[in-house]
């Protein structure tokens, strides 16, 4: 069954450097993925997303990677800011299917 | 910025009564969501709701949840018979057209029952 207070891996990244955050996915039919921002009391906040059919894909300051050879994905965040300290959490889509599957989460936390 | 709201932000209740907690999904989206997250886990599925009826749901979405689109631009969740266990996070989300869309999501309703 669940676990009560799942405890989330943490990533601590002194500001200025940066920081990767890996996501591990199990359904080798899932098309699409997106990385996502939780602030402490605050709903999911988009970052980027990625289809299948690429390997990588840059915004400002993110990028994702996707190996659907091991089922990875990545999230770069370059030139971390004290903003950037949040839980960050992948979820995965697979076409015709509505829902998101999210993973458990990374809590990264930004060291002046 | 269009963004998804959320009311209330808090709400505390009794086990056994019910509960509506409302969204405004973002105008021009036509699939609505909801997600709830317990506590220091993970965000988890309940329903997904296109053309005025539920296109999926998960096992949690039992006979206690309902949805609803009663008008043009409000998205219920109504929670029949609440139990300790409904205590979480519930998120409203919304997208604008079918897979890989973007969904975003509310800032979230805190339900604590008690």
């Known amino acids: 069954g669940e676990s009560v207070g799942l405890h989330l891996p943490t990533l601590s990244v002194q500001e200025g450097d940066n920081s990767i955050i890996n996501c591990a996915y199990s359904?080798?039919?899932?098309?699409?993925f997106i990385w996502y921002k939780q602030e402490s009391g605050k709903g999911p906040q988009f970052i980027i997303d990625?289809?299948?059919?690429?390997d990588k894909r840059q915004g400002q300051r993110v990028t994702v990677l996707l190996n659907k050879t091991v089922k990875h994905l990545s999230l770069q965040i370059a030139a971390t800011q004290p903003g950037d300290s949040a839980v960050y959490f992948c979820?995965?889509?697979?076409?015709?299917?509505?829902?998101?599957?999210f993973g458990t989460g990374t809590r990264l936390t930004i060291i002046p | 910025e269009p963004e998804v709201t959320q009311t209330p932000s808090h709400q505390v209740t009794q086990m056994g009564q019910e509960v509506i907690l409302r969204c405004v999904p973002i105008s021009n989206h036509l699939y609505f969501y909801w997600y709830r997250q317990i506590l220091g886990q993970k965000v988890e599925f309940l329903v997904s709701?296109?053309?005025?009826?539920?296109?999926?749901k998960s096992e949690i979405f039992d006979d206690q949840f309902s949805v609803e689109r009663p008008d043009g631009s409000n998205f219920t969740l109504k929670i029949r018979s609440t139990k300790l266990e409904d205590s979480a996070m519930y998120f409203c989300?919304?997208?604008?057209?079918?897979?890989?869309?973007?969904?975003?999501f509310g800032e979230g309703s805190w339900l604590t029952v008690v």
């Open positions: 709701f296109y053309n005025n009826e539920i296109s999926e």
């Open positions: 979820a995965e889509n697979n076409f015709g299917n509505e829902k998101l599957t």
């Open positions: 359904n080798s039919a899932s098309d699409y």
């Open positions: 990625i289809r299948s059919n690429m």
């Open positions: 989300a919304s997208k604008q057209g079918s897979s890989g869309n973007t969904i975003y």
